[in-house]
């Protein structure tokens, strides 16, 4: 897959209201309504928050996995950056609806314009008030995991995810995210030392 591609599908399903667990505890159901609240308030919380990543891809042609390790920067309102260092060097800067992806070794360069509604800023808005109703056209599973929560959404369209699951901790850290592809393709991400409320400024978010 075009690395940009994957850089991209990554960056949606990590907005896509952000969201998985392999924690060998008894899992314990909590209503939809729950596991969102949970995590809106581990957020609410946050200004910014970095962490590494190490992310698998599988392919639903392939046996062997592709791997790639990089990190991850936040700054509410509206500021994302996520840099790939192995194997293909990447860079990625979302600024609300602006998307830049940077290719330094062939020193080329993708830009795209989001609409509106999915700039970071209008999917955070959402995250600002309590939750009393589910979002609309997805379908949204919630359980505890000793320390961590899990959420499974799966949107009830023709899209190309079949199920995001997200794995966090009570105060907002991201443990895990899994995103299932329609066409059999999967991709898990692990968040390391994840670090928030760092005090990151402008200088984090530039891609040279």
């Not at 909590?30 to 581990?42: F, I, K, V, Y």
């Not at 928050?49 to 920067?73: D, N």
């Not at 509604?117 to 109703?133: C, I, N, R, V």
């Amino acid at each position: 897959m075009n690395p940009s591609a994957l850089l991209w599908k990554t960056l949606q399903a990590l907005l896509g209201l952000l969201f998985s667990c392999t924690v060998s505890v008894a899992a314990a159901p909590l209503t939809p309504l729950e596991g969102l609240e949970l995590l809106r308030r581990g957020f609410a919380g946050m200004t910014d928050f970095t962490a590494e990543i190490t992310q698998e891809k599988q392919l639903a042609l392939m046996k062997k996995k592709l791997s790639a390790s990089g990190l991850v920067r936040f700054r509410k309102p509206d500021s994302f950056y996520m840099e790939i260092s192995s194997p293909y060097a990447s860079r990625l800067l979302l600024k609300n609806t602006e998307l830049t992806i940077l290719y330094p070794r062939e020193g080329t360069r993708q830009k795209l314009a989001l609409p509106p509604e999915e700039g970071l800023g209008a999917w955070f808005g959402h995250l600002d008030q309590p939750m009393k109703s589910l979002p609309e056209g997805v379908e949204v599973r919630a359980e505890r995991h000793g320390e961590t929560c899990v959420i499974r959404i799966a949107p009830k369209g023709k899209g190309g995810v079949k199920e995001l699951a997200l794995t966090f901790f009570e105060d907002g850290r991201i443990r895990r995210l899994v995103i299932e592809e329609q066409n059999g393709d999967s991709t898990s991400i692990a968040f390391r030392n994840m670090k928030k409320n760092v005090g990151l400024t402008d200088k984090d978010f530039r891609l040279e």
